[in-house]
């Protein structure tokens, strides 16, 4: 197998990406069967196959995200103890072997596992028709299992968001799909995969919307949101239906707080920006290293996050969800919820960079959690005055980390709503989520993804550039009907005597209110071929112009502008009556003023 | 178009080739189904392992912890209870002992938060608000104790509620007797005598010992009281009785009680240091009883033996005069004052002479105030207006002049133990009379 994309040593290609392996691809395409062939036979089948996939996918990926949580969870206990503290021996050791062991099976066996998973999936939707290898699948779940459960600083969703996009392509490409059908299945999985590792559906399929497919698309949305449910109905199965967190009781007690929810928002986007910044300049620089060094990067990352554990903190190690579970609890001081922000982005940085498989929202949660619960105690302590609930504010750090740090904005409001269950500190989560996302983005251009997709060499599209691209419309490129008007009785006769001579084109209003536009040569071929007497709604052709509303895309007038000189837009309440024309030079027009 | 014309025109061919398709997409999606059904008992199984093992290690944990606090390792465990919540993170009593550990740790603000966490979850909970309580009156926050406590109390319990807030509320009694809130501790106590069972000796004696201790004797007597009514020979009960009787000045009742108290066999018991410094104290208020009651001119007494103790308490109570006048007199008063005159051999007449002398004229400019009335002035004046020696025979003539006699006697022990400070001997018994004289021999 080519390992050309993660070959140690060398650098990325451009244009191929971690985790998708393309002599696999190509092999894969080769014994696939016809898809035209099958859709002549059974035209509906791709369609009425994808909901029922859509289930089965959710199920399956649930089921996998509860053994790799399972998985990581022994593997902690096995490795670290029941209960790591400061000054144990092994807290020192194990995670460097782990990291030997890791950084092994990625160079040797496993080459697709390195990296989080998002960008890997969003390569496998735009470049390889939603392809992910089942080795890929099975490296990732053991790779990741054994660096997070070992101690490195990661997260299991962003690999349980790649296990599910990956379950998804493995059941679609069984089924032989349409090529159309297996891209959808990508971001398919990837929200069930999500969804069960974060037991929170709605967060789930907002960050997929908002990261990997980038639009809100009806054909692929309800299946995301049956596979999600499927996914989080198993997980809770088994973990139960409680969040991952126990929410404190959370309100907003007065305006003035929203002053301190400010204060959160800005330092929730500096420290994205510290967080961001750091990965940004220790990745590539770790990346473009000798090959030999890929063996020890992983375990020289390892001894570091164990020496933070060994000497005093191994709070960092891991995803730190009970940690996060602390701090909302408010049973750490301020200095100490600082120390662990700061350190955390530090084990972080150097656990993703190092090229150990893993994911970053559970850090990125982690480090907001621990940020908001520091300035929400500070200010509890020096500012007595604040009706302050230490609680609330590592929970909105959370999603002030997450809007500013992932720039999903969305999501990370949703994410907060759903994990505490309590809509009434929507007010302050959307005040201080802007306030960071603001202030990240004015300091940092791309998005962390991005930053990686680049560093890798890749050109997928920016999800944040998509989301704000204004959709341009019909109305955009409307222009008023200053062109002749004929109702559809008139004679050819009278139609050419009235023409204008510098008229192009004219409209004909028919009886049944449609409309119908010809240009001058049309008519001079009519008005040859009939008798001059003849009715015009006899005379034209038995074709009809499509109904156009100027709340359309744009886009969607293009196809009829090779059968029609102009399209007439109509008023949607008013059927028959003329918002206004467009011709194809409008259009174009329209998108190069763009 | 009719119905059949939507039909796709099929060839044979085709038609068989459509069939192997469905059987294909059938066989798939069973084969699907297999695998999903085959991944589901493989995960049940691995999560009920991984449950079970997290189980077992919460277990582990949390008996790991509870044995540090019994052996007083708070610190241990902290770490080890944290590790047990870790592993059974809804497990409401290990929050709990977490909690206490992390107090009894002197982590005291940390506790204090988690309980408060632990009580947003719980809200009523009389457990949490009992251990706020404790935090609160650990950390010096009086008003904050008390009204957690009182949240406690009224909080909820599980099982025993009934019992467990009568121990809170003697928590919270002994809290307010201890930072001298005795109205606030004689409140709760009365509450909590009026809620007890009376058959219940225990918490009967505890009542009574709080009520003893907030300064409330009318009331623990009347416990030890009920408690005897019950169980005439119960020690403690009979000491109770006995030395709140004592208290009271019922010394007739004290006495009493303190000599079937100390009647009683020994016991084991008794061998114990408070025991036996409590059975030296009601032997000591039984002499003092027994003194009080021979020196006391009761009523229920013959006349002449009744005479005889006036007479005796007289002589006692004009020498207690004479030497709290003298130890005045010797005192260093103002510059002024005039050198102190020899005692005559009537203590009367000299003590008329002492107070005879004309205060000193006020000096320049100041206003003639009116000089301060003397209480020993007082009394010397009423005793020169009694004859200066009495007999027994003019006693039994004259009851009005006994009664008169021993009212002066009384008046005399109280004021000079205000001027010249408590009295010894038989003045001091005299003195216990003279507080409450009606009270010494009711029953």
Redesign the interface.
Known sequence: MSTATETPGMKPVPGVVPGVDPVEVAAERRYRPNPAEVQRLAPNRDERLFLVLSIFIGVISGLMVVCFRVAINWIQVLTLGSSPHPGQFRLFFVPMGVGLLVAVLVQLVFPGARGSGINQTKAALYIYNGYISFRTVLGKFITSALAIGGGFSLGPEDPSLQIGAGVASMVSRRLNLSRERLRMFAPIGAAAGLAAAFNAPISAILFVVEEVIGRWSAAVLGSIVLSAISSVVVARWFWGAEPMFRIPVVTLRGPQELLAYTVLGVAGGVASLLFSKALGYSRPRLRNLPRWTFYVQSPVAGLIVGAIAFFGFPQVMGPGYNVIDQAMHGQFTWKFLLALALLKIVATTISFSSGTPGGMFAPTLFIGAMLGASIGTFEKIFFPAFPISVGSYALVGMGVLFAAFLRVPLTSVFMVLEVSGNYSIVLPVILANTIAYLVSRSLQPYPIFETFTHQDGLDLPSMEEQREESVLHLEDALRPVNLPVFPGSATLEEVTAQLGADAPMLLVKLRDGSWYSMNRGELTSLTEAQPPDTLLERAIQPDRMPLLFPDLPLDSAIPYLSRWPVLPIQNRASKGILEGVVTLEDVLGRYQQK | MSFFALK?P?SAA?RI??RR??FA?TL??VT??A??AL??V???Y??QS?AS??MA?AA??LQRGEQALRDNKPQAAV??L??AL??A??DRDTAIKLAEALASAGRIQ?AT??F??LL??QQGSGVINLQLARLAARQGNESQAIEDFQRAIYGNWEGDGYVRRREVRFELINYLIANHRLDQARSELLVASGNAPTDDITVQLEIARNMEQAQDPSDAFHVYRTILHHHPSLREALDGAGRTAFQLGRYLEAKHYLARALDLPATEADADESAVAALRQSRDQLNQASQILALYPSSRLKPAERDARILSARTLAMARLTACVNTKAAAPATPTAAPAPKVSSNPLQSLASRFSRQPSKPQGNQAAAPPPIDPLQGLVDRWQKLPPKVSSAELAKNPELAETQIQLIYDTELITQQVCGAPTGDDALLLKIAQAPNQVEEE
């Open positions: 796709t099929l085709d080739g459509r398709l469905i997409d798939s999606l699907l189904f695998i999903t991944l589901a493989l995960t049940n691995l999560y991984y093992h997290q290690l582990r944990w770490d080890a944290s590790s870790a592993y993170p809804g940390e938060v988690y408060n966490a947003e979850s």
